[in-house]
């Protein structure tokens, strides 16, 4: 299995594809803006033309993430479905506003252990039955 690095101009993100998930770690002490969503909205576009993939988002202490980068999350983003990974109750509460207030189009769900969010993303229908191969975006 090949995992890399996805670079992104904005150097707010890493991401990667492996197992047939896309898989996000926005880095510590990140404030997530609408140009940091439109990279990586950008690159998911470029790099799985024609593959809805179910993607892992980890918040990992991000500070803030902004009404406009969700908004862009909620419109733009060509995925299945996202799992959204964070030990506290502030990424809740944001996976919630998310949710409640910007109704992306695929199934969304909070997740306080990757492991858990993995199985949700791979055991259900939405799950890729085929996809571009594992590594860089």
């Known amino acids: 299995m090949v995992v890399e690095r996805i670079e992104a101009s904005c150097k707010a993100f890493t991401a990667l594809m492996r197992d047939e998930v896309l898989r996000v770690h926005w880095l510590h002490g990140t404030s997530v803006t609408d140009t940091d969503a439109a ?8 790099a799985c033309e024609g593959v809805c993939l179910p993607m892992l988002v980890e918040f990992n202490g991000m500070v803030t993430l902004t009404r406009a980068a969700l908004l862009r999350f909620a419109k733009t983003l060509n995925i299945a479905a996202m799992a959204i990974v ?13 949710v409640e207030v910007h109704h992306p189009p695929y199934p969304t769900r909070y997740f306080t252990a990757t492991h858990e969010a993995l199985r949700w993303l791979t055991e259900h229908p939405y799950a890729p039955s085929s996809s571009p191969t594992d590594g860089r975006l």
């Open 86 to 98: 964070g030990p506290s109750a502030v990424d809740k509460a944001l996976a919630d506003f998310f």
């Open 39 to 46: 990279a990586l909205a950008g690159r998911i576009d470029s």
